[in-house]
């Protein structure tokens, strides 16, 4: 039903996307569209969007794009609040170092953003629960005047509990935030309630990019603009324009593939240093949200795919091989934005891109590529914050709206906490 290569472009705010599939056509898209609209994704979308129960296994909204409304900052949505009150409180105590201990959402989300802005105080991450991390980074500079930040939203997170014990009580508490959904187990820990920043408990861990979780390693107008990008596809998506129709053939494809043609895997490669996280990032968006069982009554019994993947530089020279020559069922999603200073960079990521999709078969005596890898080409308008936050909101649309074509809840973390559980027994046996 579907041969040879699939091509479509879309330019969307802030970021243009250019896919190159194979084994799809028009048709497969008309089928996928047909269930589209017999699921009422659109419905779930709004459901999302109004603020209904969404996560069905916790009974709670979804509710991490308020931050990104203006209008609900009345509400407590208010991220640059937060990111001005911390960049204040660092200014004040003149803080040689931050320290950030977190893990999951807590971690991957602000690591990327200090990582893409690099603002001027040292900040280190902290994750527990290996001692060598905390021995390594913390202790050698223990004698200096830090700020220790401490991200969970249950406050209950095992790691990040272990690491705060670590730390001298002769701390004082003021040098200590926390930033939570649980007050009262802060309070309990020690932690003055002034130096409480709170969000709400329907901001899920991988979706608290946008909350004042964010705060430590951005200031308020990063913080705005990081919004504003975000903001520009929820705008565009209501309207149904160009982003909703790149969401659906982005998603179709996903499922597709997956289901039909046995791809498995999806590397994300990223083609600029200050992105360099981000497969990491959307890794654990992707797969803590779709690595669900499959809905018995669902035509799809394949949910999330394998996501791996890095800076693409470095990928050329550890699977790069495996990818133009092996026997993997992949597919690739390429990040890049053009820069002045690297035109080699540029060449790579485009030149990576065509390899791999099959637009250029590249051989040499008996060897050959197999330019077998269907590729989303996201080119983002310019190296900034505004573009990284449409492109991230985008994804976390192709999230949810896989998650409804599949039957599946995106929001709930079963297999993560069955996990932490059973080593609780362990340790208590």
């Known amino acids: 039903m ?97 320290f950030i201990f977190g893990i999951g959402g807590s971690y991957e989300g602000p690591k990327l953003l200090h990582e893409f802005t690099q603002n001027t105080t040292p900040t280190y991450f902290i994750t527990g629960p290996d001692k060598a991390e905390f021995t390594q980074l913390v202790t050698p500079k223990l004698s200096e005047k830090n700020l220790y930040i401490f991200a969970s939203k249950s406050f209950s997170t095992d790691e990040t509990l272990l690491t705060l014990s670590w730390l001298p009580k002769k701390l004082a508490k003021e040098h200590c935030i926390a930033i939570t959904a649980n007050q009262a187990a802060a309070l309990a820990k020690g932690f003055s309630r002034d130096n409480i920043i709170l969000f709400p408990e329907t901001i899920g861990g991988r979706y608290s990019i946008w909350s004042p979780i964010s705060a430590p390693v951005l200031n308020r107008t990063q913080m705005q603009q990081f919004l504003q990008g975000a903001r520009s596809i929820d705008t565009a998506l209501q309207k149904k324009s160009k982003v909703m129709q790149a969401l659906k053939s982005t998603v179709f494809y996903d499922l597709w593939a997956h289901t039909f043609l046995k791809k498995s895997n999806r590397v994300v490669l990223s083609y600029n240093w200050p992105l360099r996280s981000l ?19 669902s035509i799809f019994k394949k949910t999330g795919q394998t996501i791996y993947g890095g800076f693409g530089s470095t990928a050329q020279h550890s699977y790069f091989q495996l990818l133009h020559q092996g026997t993997t069922d992949t597919v690739a999603d390429i990040v890049h934005a053009p820069t002045n200073h690297s035109k080699l960079l540029n060449a790579q990521a485009k030149g990576q891109a065509a390899l791999l999709s099959g637009q250029i078969v590249f051989q040499q005596g008996q060897d050959a590529t197999n330019s077998n890898i269907p590729v989303n080409f996201f080119q983002l308008e310019k190296l900034n914050l505004i573009s990284l936050g449409a492109l991230i909101a985008f994804w976390e649309y192709r999230v949810f709206i896989a998650a409804s074509m599949l039957g599946i809840n995106p929001f709930d973390q079963f297999g993560v906490n069955a996990g932490k559980k059973v080593a609780q027994k362990i340790l208590q046996s």
Not at 20 to 42: M, P
Not at 53 to 61: D, I, K, T
Not at 279 to 297: C, D, F, I, R, W
Request: overall charge positive.
């Open 2 to 98: 579907g041969t040879g290569l699939f091509k479509k472009s879309f330019a969307l705010p802030h970021f243009t996307l250019q896919q190159t599939y194979q084994n799809y056509s028009k048709t497969i898209h008309q089928i996928f569209e047909a269930l589209y609209q017999d699921l009422g994704v659109d419905h779930q979308i709004q459901r999302l969007l109004g603020g209904e129960v969404v996560n069905l296994s916790e009974q709670r909204a979804a509710l991490h794009h308020q931050y990104r409304n203006p209008l609900a900052k009345a509400s407590g949505f208010d991220s640059p609040k937060a990111t001005k009150y911390l960049s204040a409180y660092v200014k004040k105590n003149a803080y040689q170092n931050i």
């Open 279 to 297: 497969a990491t990032y959307l890794q654990q968006l992707e797969m803590e949200s779709l690595g669900k069982p499959a809905n018995a009554n």
